[in-house]
T-cell receptor, first 114, second 116 residues
Framework: ETGVTQSPTHLIKTRGQQVTLRCSSQ?????VSWYQQALGQGPQFIFQ???????GRGNFPPRFSGLQFPNYSSELNVNALELDDSALYLC?????????????FGSGTRLTVV | AQKVTQAQTEISVVEKEDVTLDCVYE???????LFWYKQPPSGELVFLIR??????QNEISGRYSWNFQKSTSSFNFTITASQVVDSAVYFC?????????????FGDGTTLTVKP
């Protein structure tokens, strides 16, 4: 079975632009979480999607939005990019909502805002 | 509010040395989960262990061992006889009882360098 795949791997955008990051979850997984990891810091929870509905959100402004599709793949959209949005964006998927389920992480998308 | 503190930013050891990575957490929940992840240069987080707050038994898996002490809110990770392949960033994380592991709070990580 394939793991979590994220695209693109690297991206450079200009301040004020919009960006879409993509995540293909592991086969059979219906839950996807997105994290932002700034350089030298730990991942910060952005939001989670379960069966196409947002299921929890961290302390991020509304310009961070997401989607989950019927095949459980997911997108993270960021509008009006700021320099501080430069980070590694990680996607993680899971079989479901139970606390016992673990999450499989992708290798991330490295976003640089200039 | 939850918080995870990994006070050691960087640790450097010589191969075959033992090394302990510290993790201290804060939560008001009585039930919670603690995790350790490894992040190699490729970027993905590799799951190492999950511990339920009710289970204070220490765990050993090969060269890895974990010491959970609820009284001091610590969940430390020891690598015995370290190897160069252990070089990575290690994260400790916490998830509350009313949520799932996908909404975890992470520490800022400890960068471990194992020199040959």
């Amino acid at each position: 079975e394939t793991g979590v795949t994220q695209s693109p791997t690297h991206l450079i955008k200009t301040r004020g632009q919009q960006v879409t990051l993509r995540c293909s979850s592991q086969s059979g997984h219906n839950t996807v979480s997105w994290y932002q990891q700034a350089l030298g810091q730990g991942p910060q929870f952005i939001f989670q999607y379960y069966r196409e509905e947002e299921n929890g959100r961290g302390n991020f402004p509304p310009r961070f939005s997401g989607l989950q599709f019927p095949n459980y793949s997911s997108e993270l959209n960021v509008n009006a990019l700021e320099l501080d949005d430069s980070a590694l964006y990680l996607c993680a998927s899971s079989l479901g909502q139970l606390r016992e389920y673990g999450y499989t992480f992708g290798s991330g998308t490295r976003l640089t805002v200039v | 509010a939850q918080k995870v503190t990994q006070a050691q930013t960087e640790i450097s050891v010589v191969e075959k040395e033992d090394v302990t990575l510290d993790c201290v957490y804060e939560t008001r929940d009585t039930t919670y989960y603690l995790f350790w992840y490894k992040q190699p240069p490729s970027g993905e987080l590799v799951f190492l262990i999950r511990r339920n707050s009710f289970d204070e038994q220490n765990e050993i898996s090969g060269r890895y061992s974990w010491n959970f002490q609820k009284s001091t809110s610590s969940f430390n990770f020891t690598i015995t006889a370290s190897q160069v392949v252990d070089s990575a960033v290690y994260f400790c994380a916490l998830s509350a009882s009313n949520t799932n592991a996908g909404k975890s709070t992470f520490g800022d990580g400890t960068t471990l360098t194992v020199k040959p």
